[in-house]
C-alpha cells in the first residue's frame, strides 16, 4: 500500500532499455510543466484536449501542479539532461463523481512516442488508484490517435468501446494492470 503518493517516485525501463524516473508532479513543478506542452506537437496538443490550445495559462498550471493525490493524481515520466530534469511524458487521472472511477489522460513528447511510456504512466497510475479506491478508469479518446489507442489495446485491460462523433470513449479496470 501506498503511505503516501505525493512523494512517489520509482525508476522504470522503456522498450528500448532507457530508464526514466516517474514521478508524482509537485507544486514546483509549473515551469517543467510549461516546457513541455511548449514541446508538444500541435498534433499531439490535439490529440490530449482535443482541440486547438495555444498555450497553458497560469490557472491551468496551478490546477495542474497543486494536486491532492487523492482525487486528482499526477505522475511525470522525466530523464536528466545535462544535469536538469525534464518532462517527457504526463499522466493523470481524475476522479469524478463515481468515486471508483476516474478519467485517464496523457501526453508524451513526440519524440518519445512509441516507446512505452504512456503504458508505464498508465501501470503506476493505476497502483495509486487502486490504493485510492478507483477500481476503473476512462478516457475519450479521439479515433485518429491510433498510438493513444493501442496503449489501451495493449495495456492488458478490458475496454468497452463506443464511438461518439469521432471520439472512442474506453473504460478499463485497473485490477487488470496490477495482475501484469
Same mark, same amino acid.
Given at each position: 500500500?501506498?503511505?503516501?503518493?505525493?512523494?512517489?517516485?520509482?525508476?522504470?525501463?522503456?522498450?528500448?532499455?532507457?530508464?526514466?524516473?516517474? $514521478?508524482?508532479? $509537485?507544486?514546483?513543478?509549473?515551469?517543467?510543466?510549461?516546457?513541455?506542452? $511548449? $514541446? /508538444?506537437?500541435?498534433?499531439?496538443?490535439?490529440?490530449?484536449?482535443?482541440?486547438?490550445?495555444?498555450?497553458?495559462?497560469?490557472?491551468?498550471?496551478?490546477? /495542474?501542479?497543486? /494536486?491532492?493525490?487523492?482525487? @486528482?493524481?499526477?505522475?511525470?515520466?522525466?530523464?536528466?539532461?545535462?544535469? #536538469?530534469?525534464? %518532462?517527457?511524458?504526463?499522466?493523470?487521472?481524475?476522479?469524478?463523481?463515481?468515486? @471508483? #472511477?476516474?478519467?485517464?489522460?496523457?501526453?508524451?513528447?513526440?519524440? %518519445?512516442?512509441?516507446?512505452?511510456?504512456?503504458?508505464?504512466?498508465?501501470?503506476?497510475?493505476?497502483?495509486?488508484?487502486?490504493?485510492?479506491?478507483?477500481?476503473? %478508469?476512462?478516457?475519450?479518446?479521439?479515433?485518429?490517435?491510433?498510438?493513444?489507442?493501442?496503449? %489501451?489495446?495493449?495495456?492488458?485491460?478490458?475496454?468497452?468501446?463506443? /464511438?461518439?462523433?469521432?471520439?472512442? @470513449?474506453?473504460?478499463?479496470?485497473?485490477?487488470?494492470?496490477?495482475?501484469?
Amino acid at each position: 500500500m501506498l503511505s503516501d503518493a505525493r512523494k512517489y517516485c520509482v525508476e522504470a525501463t522503456m522498450l528500448d532499455g532507457a530508464t526514466i524516473r516517474v $514521478r508524482a508532479i $509537485r507544486r514546483d513543478d509549473q515551469e517543467r510543466l510549461h516546457e513541455h506542452f $511548449r $514541446r /508538444l506537437s500541435e498534433q499531439s496538443v490535439y490529440f490530449r484536449f482535443m482541440g486547438v490550445k495555444r498555450d497553458l495559462s497560469p490557472d491551468d498550471l496551478k490546477r /495542474l501542479t497543486e /494536486l491532492d493525490f487523492k482525487n @486528482h493524481v499526477g505522475l511525470a515520466a522525466t530523464v536528466t539532461e545535462q544535469g #536538469r530534469e525534464r %518532462f517527457i511524458g504526463i499522466g493523470r487521472y481524475i476522479r469524478g463523481s463515481d468515486p @471508483h #472511477r476516474a478519467e485517464v489522460a496523457f501526453a508524451i513528447l513526440d519524440e %518519445f512516442q512509441g516507446r512505452g511510456i504512456g503504458t508505464v504512466l498508465l501501470e503506476h497510475l493505476s497502483l495509486i488508484a487502486d490504493a485510492n479506491g478507483i477500481a476503473e %478508469f476512462e478516457a475519450d479518446v479521439l479515433g485518429d490517435n491510433r498510438q493513444m489507442l493501442e496503449v %489501451f489495446a495493449h495495456s492488458g485491460f478490458e475496454s468497452r468501446r463506443s /464511438l461518439d462523433s469521432g471520439v472512442v @470513449h474506453l473504460y478499463s479496470s485497473t485490477s487488470k494492470m496490477l495482475k501484469r
